[in-house]
């Protein structure tokens, strides 16, 4: 192997170092942007779960309102019928 061969097989390895040095730098910066995005994808999860166990909650104290909407509305009109029929 001649010197000038030599000297292109070094300069080789050292742009392939190069790359595997950049390559693994990117590697890295991904693998933790992946766990941030996870970390937050698990949170939005945990609020999703909070969320839908609410709901039924809510359900049922908008019906009790409507029920006592509907008790105040047919007291008010009971009243009305009574003081103007008798």
């Known amino acids: 192997m001649s010197f000038k061969q030599a ?3 070094v300069e080789r390895m050292e742009f ?3 790359s595997l040095r950049k ?7 991904s693998s933790k942007a992946f766990e941030e995005s ?4 698990n949170e939005t999860l945990k609020k999703q779960e909070d969320v839908l166990t609410m709901v039924p909650k ?3 104290k908008i019906s009790f309102l409507y029920l006592a909407l509907a008790i105040n509305i047919g007291f ?4 009305l019928v009574g003081k103007f029929i008798f």
């Open 7 to 9: 000297k292109e097989l």
């Open 16 to 18: 392939s170092e190069l």
């Open 23 to 29: 390559a693994t730098k990117n590697l890295e910066k």
């Open 38 to 41: 996870n970390l937050y994808f």
């Open 58 to 60: 809510a359900d049922k």
């Open 76 to 79: 008010i009109l009971g009243l």
